[in-house]
């Protein structure tokens, strides 16, 4: 899954360099440098699939 993610990364960095719609992300400190939105999607979306890639799913239950 690593791979893949990384792989993803890659892509959308390529994806992303002549990017013109920026915008800045606001946090709860203070707000990101204006990045493109694609990229913030992105990260998101690879983040998210990180993330997923951690939980586990339990479709049965146990018995005693």
């Known amino acids: 899954m690593l791979i893949i993610n990384f792989t993803f990364f890659v ?3 390529t994806a992303t360099q002549n990017s013109s719609n920026k ?3 606001n946090l709860l ?3 990101t440098i204006s990045l493109p ?3 913030i999607i992105g ?3 690879i983040g998210g699939s990180i993330t997923g890639s951690f939980l586990t799913l339990e479709s049965g239950k146990k018995e005693d």
């Open 11 to 13: 892509i959308l960095m």
């Open 23 to 25: 915008s800045k992300v």
């Open 29 to 31: 400190i203070s707000e």
């Open 37 to 39: 939105i694609s990229f």
């Open 43 to 45: 990260v998101s979306f």
